[in-house]
């Protein structure tokens, strides 16, 4: 049996990349902030047939809360397989990089930068021991620097800075992270799921949940001789016309 733990899971993108991953064999830890929406999301799940799920309450914004999960997950497997940072938050609409304030860019970096580089290194021990330990962190073409940096592409008019920004600060921790663990068998890699239609874009998108989930467990699942310290985008970023995100 393979283990996967994935942050953010009890809706959307997250609960989808744990139903995939479950379908493919993983017992999978589907850790949420709340409890309660978590152990749903599960009975959700099982009640279509999937029963090798297990919610776990984790917020990557409280160490001791990932102390916590690392526990619980500790006590019932040595070997952690797959790790899928997916928990993120936008940040709201509402940015601007001349009038964001401090408190506006701290909420948003807590989870989505120092929530991924907690999660993950208290999940380092028992990534280790896996003999193709595979780490995935969600991302977005939003990061991009070579997209925004041209003003003149009508896919970068819109902006939400302090988002775009903590995805580009997750982006390097994840290269960073990839060339540390480079000589093993680690594969660590940001993955773009899509403008994906889900409570995070207001039920807009050009993807499914489905196909955002593929193209994360597709790097989730790689075999010895895939690709790591990559970011991957698969889809068109879309005008800001349609993109409230």
């Not at 978590?38 to 160490?63: H, I, K, S």
């Not at 773009?192 to 207001?202: E, H, I, L, S």
Request: proline fraction near 5%; include cysteine.
């Amino acid at each position: 049996m393979q283990y996967a733990l994935v942050t953010g899971a009890n809706k959307g993108i997250g609960r989808e990349v744990a139903k995939q991953l479950a379908q493919q064999g993983f017992f999978v830890f589907l850790a949420s902030r709340d409890p309660g929406s978590g152990q749903r999301a599960v009975q959700q799940l099982r009640a279509t047939g999937l029963l090798n799920l297990e919610a776990v309450q984790l917020d990557v914004t409280d160490p001791a809360s990932v102390r916590a999960a690392r526990a619980v997950i500790g006590a019932q497997t040595p070997v952690l397989d797959v790790l899928v940072n997916n928990a993120g938050i936008s940040g709201g609409t509402a940015q601007s990089a001349r009038t964001t304030t401090f408190e506006q860019y701290q909420a948003v970096f807590a989870t989505n930068v120092f929530g991924v580089a907690g999660v993950t290194q208290a999940f380092l021990d028992l990534l280790e021991q896996s003999s193709q330990p595979r780490i995935v962190n969600v991302s977005t073409a939003m990061a991009s620097l070579t997209l925004f940096a041209d003003f003149d592409n009508p896919s970068s008019a819109y902006r939400l800075p302090v988002y775009q920004a903590s995805k580009a600060a997750l982006n390097m921790y994840t290269l960073n992270l990839a060339h540390e663990l480079r000589n093993t068998p680690f594969k660590v890699n940001a993955v773009c799921p899509g403008y994906t239609q889900t409570d995070f874009t207001n039920h807009q998108g050009t993807s499914t949940v489905e196909d955002a989930g593929k193209r994360i467990v597709k790097y989730a699942v790689l075999d010895p001789d895939g690709p790591t310290g990559k970011y991957f985008s698969e889809v068109y970023f879309p005008a800001p016309a349609t993109c409230p995100w």
